[in-house]
């Protein structure tokens, strides 16, 4: 079975710098999905990044790109420019490509605070 | 267009009562999950359907949760004798498509969430 393990329960950054979330996963897959979720305190989950594990380019979305080391099983959020808007929680997400088998693995998250 | 959508917000129950929670996809979307988010913890899988085809309900805690999607569209997610440990949020989440070459049909789009209290 997949797992996904975010070892930063909680991250803080000044307004405007840069940020990096940790997040590492284990699997025995060489195809699959990889996806950061931001869910804000109103709870409703969105998709920031998502990342297909045979394209070898990282992802990026703005000011959110991601530094896949597929040897390594290492895919980390890069948040530039934070905004406070961005305070929220991360979740890291993993996906196989096998059909009938659609479902997120997460890990536990980590919480991003913004300092102004 | 309009988003997952998940009623009721909220729901207290007493203990030994039976709830259901029900998800409303985006229109013709074909996937359909369920998951469970404890407090301070990420969301578990509890079930999927593609259409109306229950595919995977691996993740169900216990016989007392039943999941049904009879239309293809719609779903109702029943926890039956509540117990205090069922307390959580219920997220639901819907994709375009699954096993298609184009992955942004991938994507699981979720709703706000229906948040249990079992008392």
């Known amino acids: 079975a997949q797992t996904v393990t975010q070892s930063q329960p909680e991250m803080s950054v000044q307004e405007a710098e840069t940020v990096t979330l940790s997040c590492t996963y284990d699997t025995s897959e060489s195809d699959y999905y990889l996806f950061w979720y931001k869910q804000p305190p109103s709870r409703q989950m969105i998709l920031v990044i998502r990342q297909e594990a045979y394209k070898q380019q990282n992802a990026t979305e703005n000011r959110f790109s991601v530094n896949f080391q597929k040897a390594a099983k290492s895919f980390s959020l890069k948040i530039s420019d934070s905004q406070l808007g961005d305070a929220a929680m991360y979740f890291c997400a993993y996906r196989t490509l096998n059909f009938g088998n659609e479902k997120l693995t997460f890990g536990t998250g980590t919480r991003l605070t913004i300092i102004p | 267009g309009a988003g997952v959508s998940q009623s009721p917000r909220y729901k207290v129950a007493k203990r030994g009562q039976d709830v259901a929670l029900r998800c409303d996809p985006i229109s013709g979307h074909v996937s359909l999950f369920w998951y469970q988010q404890a407090l301070g913890q990420g969301p578990e899988f509890l079930t999927y359907f593609q259409n109306e085809a229950q595919l995977d309900k691996s993740g169900l805690p216990s016989d007392r949760f039943f999941a049904e999607r009879p239309e293809g569209s719609v779903s109702t997610l029943k926890i039956q004798r509540t117990q205090q440990e069922d307390s959580a949020v219920y997220l639901c989440?819907?994709?375009?498509?699954?096993?298609?070459?184009?992955?942004?049909?991938?994507?699981?789009?979720f709703g706000p969430g229906t948040r249990l209290l079992v008392l």
């Open positions: 989440a819907s994709s375009l498509a699954s096993g298609t070459p184009w992955g942004f049909q991938e994507t699981q789009y």
